[in-house]
């Protein structure tokens, strides 16, 4: 977790709290493009609105799962075809920005704990859970595709993006304790790219000064398919199960590529650090 800005003696308004906040932005390399543009800046104005109020971080963090988990199980249980079943992405679109402001909020009042990094992530990685099974109950209720190949395909996601969460933050981990430089997989908001890479804005050896902005537009582009923003905005096809199925089968793909390429790329590291 990252840790506490500066403190300043009176308390600053919500500009003054948004610019801090946008001064001390965390890492881009790799970084998708909706986390980038989007989520974190919505989370750094929720963050900034909310300092001088009573709520802490960690209500901040119980609220975003709230939206995300019950949007969830209604459109497991509950939710039909059309719509009003598209609430289902604006919600969780509006979860995943809480997700973002409950760590720069901590980071504001100083107040970063081990316990509040620990249920963030732990909430994390049920939601993965919960998406697809509720994807598969939804689904399964409201078409005639057949339930064991909708199985697999929510089955294939899952494992995908459960393996790129995980594997992210296991090798994270570890390469913190070889006391190396893990790289932006760590980062609370930004598990997207493979840690332990060159920094982006390090050009190698011969490499015209001018690629690197281009190279981290580029992998922040490729990026994009593995955000969860983009899966939550997904959720607005619900309406039209068909074209929502073609969508998530196309997310579930790139998951699974960009996933076998962080595998690969872990691996060579870790071995390299044996």
């Not at 750094?44 to 609220?63: F, G, I, M, S």
């Not at 760590?103 to 993965?128: C, F, I, K, P, T």
Request: aromatic share 10%.
């Amino acid at each position: 977790m990252s840790g506490p800005l500066p403190q300043a003696t009176d308390r600053p308004g919500f500009r003054a709290s948004f610019d801090q906040l946008r001064r001390a932005q965390k890492t881009r390399k790799g970084v998708p493009l909706y986390l980038l543009y989007v989520n974190r800046p919505a989370g750094r104005a929720v963050a900034a609105a909310l300092r001088p109020t009573r709520v802490t971080p960690n209500q901040v963090t119980w609220a975003g799962a709230a939206l995300t988990y019950g949007a969830l199980l209604w459109l497991a249980l509950w939710a039909q075809p059309g719509p009003a079943a598209a609430l289902t992405g604006v919600l969780l679109a509006a979860g995943y920005v809480l997700d973002s402001a409950d760590g720069q909020l901590a980071r504001l009042r100083g107040s970063s704990s081990a316990y509040g990094e620990w249920l963030d992530h732990v909430l994390d990685n049920g939601r993965m859970t919960v998406m697809h099974v509720a994807v598969f109950c939804f689904l399964a209720r409201t078409t005639d595709y057949d339930v064991v190949l909708l199985a697999l395909a929510c089955g294939v996601f899952l494992l995908a993006s459960s393996l790129i969460f995980f594997g992210g933050v296991l090798f994270d981990q570890l390469a913190r304790n070889a006391r190396t430089d893990p790289g932006p997989a760590g980062a609370a908001d930004g598990r997207f790219a493979p840690a332990g890479t060159p920094a982006a804005g390090t050009p190698a050896a011969g490499t015209p000064q001018a690629s690197p902005d281009r190279r981290l537009l580029l992998r922040s582009v490729v990026m994009l398919p593995v955000d969860y923003g983009i899966t939550c905005l997904a959720f607005l096809l619900v309406p039209a199960p068909s074209a929502f199925l073609a969508v998530y089968l196309v997310l579930a793909a790139a998951h699974v590529v960009i996933g076998a390429a962080f595998m690969r790329h872990w691996r060579s590291k870790l071995l390299r650090l044996s």
